[in-house]
């Protein structure tokens, strides 16, 4: 037995539930349009990597981008805190880095006029509204763990006192191909702390064409500041008031419960391809995500094809395909887009 379709007539026959604050999806709009236009000026291409990316800071949430080396990752992360005008710092993950490295860690201080000494918090870089933690998966798993309380309850414990991090709070991370020497695969708990898992592929032949230009002598535009850490939050407030329709939850629990190859809800590719399903924080990041979606698009509602577009990168991460699936030839990515199809009713279900 299998998941029951979804209809995508019969979703869009519901009355979608709008939003009334106009305005406030208008300037998220808007501001989503001005950062894409300003990292125009700096990254060639990339539309899809950068909407996810928004759409992660727009959610409160965290992004691992994922690409061989030389596809200008750390660039674009680096040109988006230049856009938002907030504090940033770039941690090079290597392996002999440890987690007093990036938490900070407490000195004895000597004060110069009174002689007294006393401990001294030095905070480490993730004090910082964005953190590019680039090339994460190069070191070990003992600091790739340091980093989980900082994600996930933004906040870092060091000599017994817990200290908050800066709000707002983004971890944008990278990681280079595991079957590269020297790497280190994330445990599957700080995995699913990423909201969005992102492919960066190479570009296009005229994209190319565009960077060896841009690197090699013409004259690059700066770009200029659009947002700021208020107005990134008024956003994230936004994005959680954006309304949601119950046959919009339906869809994305639908798409969830259709991986898990054990259960009885699973998609007949589930079965033969995955070893492991999505968990509840899919089911969750489908919704944000969506939302964010409808609203950086100018929409007063959140519709199913808003969880359809960004249901590949909220979900590649959290499952996991089989000794069958590898050995022909199939990806997480391919048995995602069978199930979305088959879950919006625009294949059958076998």
């Given amino acids: 037995m299998t998941s029951p379709s979804l209809s995508s007539d019969t979703a869009l026959s519901d009355d979608p539930v709008a939003f009334d604050d106009v305005q406030a999806v208008e300037f ?8 894409k236009r300003e990292l125009a000026k700096v990254i060639v291409g ?13 959610t409160r949430s965290h992004a691992l981008l994922v ?9 674009l992360i680096s040109t988006i805190a230049d856009t938002l005008q907030m504090s940033f710092k770039r941690i090079q993950f290597t392996p002999d880095l440890m987690p007093s490295d990036i938490t900070g860690t407490e000195i004895i201080y000597q004060d110069p006029l009174s002689g007294t000494k006393e401990f001294k918090f030095l905070a480490g870089p ?7 933690a680039d090339e994460i998966n190069r070191t070990p798993p003992k600091t790739q763990a340091a980093m989980l309380e900082a994600m996930q309850e933004r906040r870092v414990t060091v000599g017994g006192v817990t200290r908050p991090l800066p709000k707002p709070f983004f971890v944008l991370a990278t990681q280079n191909p595991l079957e590269q020497e020297g790497t280190y695969p994330l445990p599957e708990a700080q995995l699913d702390r990423f909201m969005f898992l992102i492919n960066v592929d190479y570009p296009s032949v005229e994209e190319e064409l565009l960077i060896m230009k841009r690197g090699t002598g013409m004259v690059v535009e700066e770009p200029q500041p659009v947002l700021n850490a208020d107005q990134i939050v008024a956003i994230q407030e936004t994005v959680k008031k954006m309304p949601v329709a119950d046959h919009v939850y339906r869809y994305a629990e639908s798409l969830v419960r259709a991986t898990r190859p054990r259960t009885h809800e699973a998609h007949d590719i589930a079965k033969k391809f995955l070893s492991v399903g999505a968990g509840p924080r899919a089911s969750l990041g ?3 995500a969506a939302k964010a979606h ?3 698009n100018g929409q007063v509602y959140t519709g199913t094809h808003n969880v359809a577009a960004v249901a590949k990168s909220i979900l590649r991460h959290r499952i996991a395909i089989n000794f069958t699936a590898q050995s022909e030839g ?10 979305v199809a088959a879950i919006s009713g625009d294949e059958p279900i076998a």
Avoid at 46 to 51: I, K, N, P, T, Y
Avoid at 126 to 132: E, R, S
Wanted: charged share 15%.
């Fill in 28 to 35: 998220a709009k808007t501001a989503y349009l001005d950062v």
């Fill in 46 to 58: 990339q539309a899809d990597v950068v909407e996810e990316i928004l759409i992660a800071i727009f």
């Fill in 67 to 75: 690409g061989v080396p030389g596809l200008a990752k750390t660039l």
């Fill in 126 to 132: 993730l004090f910082a509204n964005i953190v590019l």
């Fill in 286 to 288: 489908l919704i944000m």
């Fill in 294 to 296: 409808a609203l950086i």
């Fill in 330 to 339: 199939v990806t997480t990515d391919d048995i995602i887009a069978r199930i």
